[in-house]
């Protein structure tokens, strides 16, 4: 029988932004060692001697850009053979969507720089993590056809216009239907009007406010009422 040569386990973070108004954006850290050293890449690293996997990615992303997340959720496991020159090296990674102006950032670690770049324009990058943005924004864009992703991301208060174009940056522009997001959302009560109104730039009219209702959604949840859009 042949003998299984060792294998390392390192954590990957995937980490969306996402700005009102803007394109999404990715979180990303220029390695400051080798290999790829000078190259851009996904906040990550090995994990310790008896750490968990969820700790493993909270303390690399801290240490490389700074940033401290309450919850990322696992993504995927990758490890093609050859996926790291070093040797046989599997990824467990994670992912989350975030305000890029709700969190400060500040490269330290191995990584010598801290940075957001477009979704849409990323620069060359090590190892595969390529294709782990593009796997997570695949899961990002399957999960939010079943449950409201990212309504934490909008003010408190915001016009029905802000829910729009959330989900026209996180599904793509063209692929949001404004009468059935307004159903899916308001149908089930999701959204409380507030007898609020707001000037919106560019538009004649002040808009009408709303609040999305977590307590109503648990019940939803609670009942079996399904989410869709």
Do not use: C
Not at 33 to 56: C, D, H, K, M, Q
């Amino acid at each position: 029988m042949q003998a299984v040569s060792s294998i390392w386990l390192t954590v990957d973070a995937v980490v969306f932004g996402y700005r009102p108004g803007r394109q999404l954006s990715v979180l990303l850290v220029r390695r400051a060692i080798p290999p790829y050293a000078g190259s851009w890449a996904l906040p990550g690293g090995f994990v310790r001697e008896g750490e968990s996997l969820e700790a493993a990615v909270q303390r690399e992303l801290r240490e490389e850009t700074g940033v401290s997340l309450g919850y990322l959720e696992q993504l995927y496991t990758f490890g093609a053979p050859g996926r790291d020159p070093r040797q046989r090296v599997v990824s467990v990674a994670y992912y989350a969507l975030v305000r890029p102006d709700q969190v400060q950032l500040h490269a330290g670690s191995d990584a010598g720089e801290a940075a957001w770049f477009d979704q849409d324009a990323l620069p060359p990058l090590a190892f595969d993590h390529g294709d782990m943005i593009r796997t997570a924004l695949q899961r990002l864009r399957n999960k939010i056809t079943y449950e409201p992703v990212g309504v934490e991301l909008l003010d408190e208060k915001f016009p029905f216009s802000d829910l729009v174009a959330l989900y026209e940056t996180l599904l793509g522009a063209g692929r949001v239907d404004r009468a059935n997001l307004w159903k899916k959302f308001n149908g089930p009560g999701l959204l409380e009007a507030l007898g609020e109104r707001r000037k919106q730039a560019g538009s004649g009219r002040p808009a009408t406010l709303y609040r999305f209702s977590h307590s109503r959604y648990e019940q939803l949840r609670e009942s079996g009422a399904a989410f869709g859009i």
